[in-house]
């Protein structure tokens, strides 16, 4: 299993914008599937987006039109940016790594979206 170490979090005003990177210690990086998921307090962890080996992107309802997915495999990064924050995108982003049975997940980074 790899390494993943999230990075970009913090606090950002209603409608402010913020870019959160997932650097990957993985041989192969670029078969996998990356994906970003959040947790909120109390809630459970939920799909945010996630890019596949081929660039197709797949994103939750709640923040379509808002978020965008990227990757570059030359890096082993991937990125989310994320545009027109809600208080409701309070949340413990999280990197994932999937490639097969080959599963890992990041730390997590604090996302704190308030006035």
């Known amino acids: 299993q790899g390494q993943l170490v999230e990075s970009g979090g913090g606090l950002v005003q209603p409608g402010g914008s913020l870019r959160l990177s997932c650097a990957a210690s993985l041989s192969m990086f670029s078969v996998y599937r990356m994906g970003w998921y959040r947790q909120a307090p109390g809630k459970q962890r939920e799909l945010v987006a996630t890019?596949?080996?081929?660039?197709?992107?797949n994103y939750a309802d709640s923040v379509k039109g808002r978020f965008t997915v990227s990757r570059d495999n030359a890096k082993n990064t991937v990125y989310l940016q994320m545009n027109s924050l809600e208080p409701e995108d309070r949340a413990v982003y999280y990197c994932n790594a999937n490639w097969g049975p080959r599963d890992s997940w990041g730390q997590g980074t604090q996302v704190t979206v308030s006035s």
């Open positions: 890019i596949s080996r081929g660039g197709s992107t």
